[in-house]
């Protein structure tokens, strides 16, 4: 294995582990804020922690951005950061943690299906059952928490649902952009779409309703503050940056498969720092969730 291709699964991995834990953060973060107000601090760390960089990376690379290119980002920035984080934000203000790390464990399977319509690519018979048993997996959940919505947090669920997906459908189209830019590139221009879209929104929603104030006050939490450093500088721009550098080096549905380890971090820090409960139908449903995502992608494709 070349160097490159070490760099790219250690990219994963790292990605991987800080996403695990970012739920945990969002969790904590939305004791003291909105999810919209969260999501412009969020973004506002992020882009300071981009421009304070800035002069030292453009001393190792020729940023050469024009307008005419953001026109071709701008969309896949829609995907990722805006609706994926969105979709997870206001996921979890109804389910836990746990359930979320649980359900985003999809996005392998996801991503293979994406990949299958727009690049053609046809799936084993024991990817199909891999998939089955993953999709029983998130199935079991939604069954043992009952079908009323306001007991089940089936509006959590499909939020979080729509985030995987809004991943998935970005992992396989990054593989297209990652050849046209530079990982730096994408990533300063990813994280300065999120930070205008999101305090864009933030400050209007606060002049309608006369609460500017407002905007500002959860930074006199310190947990909230210690929460917007971790989502806004790992979580955030660190994470964009090794995302797109190892979708620059790997298929999608390599990188995809390590979002399984962003589940089980994330289930395990629900339980172990929030004290969240878990159920013996959240251990059956993961391994389910996780042995389908793994079958599914280790087994060798077949392509059209």
Not at 23 to 33: D, H, P, T, Y
Not at 38 to 54: G, I, M, P
Not at 110 to 131: D, G, N
Request: charged share 10%; net charge positive; aromatic share 14%.
């Amino acid at each position: 294995m070349d160097i490159s291709k070490q760099k790219a699964y250690a990219a994963a991995i790292g990605y991987a582990t800080i996403i695990g834990f970012s739920f945990l953060f969002v969790k904590i973060a939305l004791e003291s804020a909105n999810p919209i107000d969260l999501l412009a601090h969020r973004f506002t760390v992020s882009f300071a922690a981009a421009l304070l960089l800035y002069p030292f990376l453009r001393k190792k690379i020729r940023l050469s951005i024009q307008w005419r290119d953001l026109l071709y980002i701008v969309p896949f920035s829609l995907l990722y950061p805006v609706l994926f984080f969105a979709f997870q934000v206001w996921g979890l203000m109804y389910t836990s943690s746990s359930e979320a790390g649980i359900i985003q464990a999809t996005i392998p399977i996801l991503t293979m299906v994406l990949a299958a319509w727009f690049l053609k690519e046809r799936a084993t018979w024991i990817q199909v059952l891999f998939t089955i048993l993953s999709v029983c997996g998130v199935m079991l959940l939604f069954v043992m928490k009952g079908i009323d919505v306001k007991h089940s947090h089936m509006i959590g669920y499909g939020l979080i649902l729509l985030s995987a997906l809004s991943s998935s459908a970005y992992s396989v189209f990054a593989r297209v952009i990652t050849r046209r830019f530079h990982v730096i590139e994408l990533t300063f221009v990813m994280t300065f779409f999120g930070f205008v879209f999101f305090n864009a929104t933030a400050l209007i929603r606060h002049s309608v309703n006369g609460t500017m104030p407002q905007f500002f006050s959860p930074f006199t939490q310190p947990s909230f503050v210690w929460s917007m450093l971790f989502l806004g500088i790992l979580s955030s721009l660190l994470t964009a940056y090794l995302s797109n550098y190892a979708l620059s080096q790997l298929e999608a549905a390599k990188v995809s498969i390590f979002n399984n380890l962003s589940a089980f971090i994330t289930v395990a820090a629900g339980v172990l720092i929030l004290h969240e409960t878990i159920d013996w139908y959240h251990l059956i449903g993961g391994v389910l969730v996780i042995g389908g995502v793994i079958g599914g992608n280790v087994v060798k494709k077949r392509n059209s």
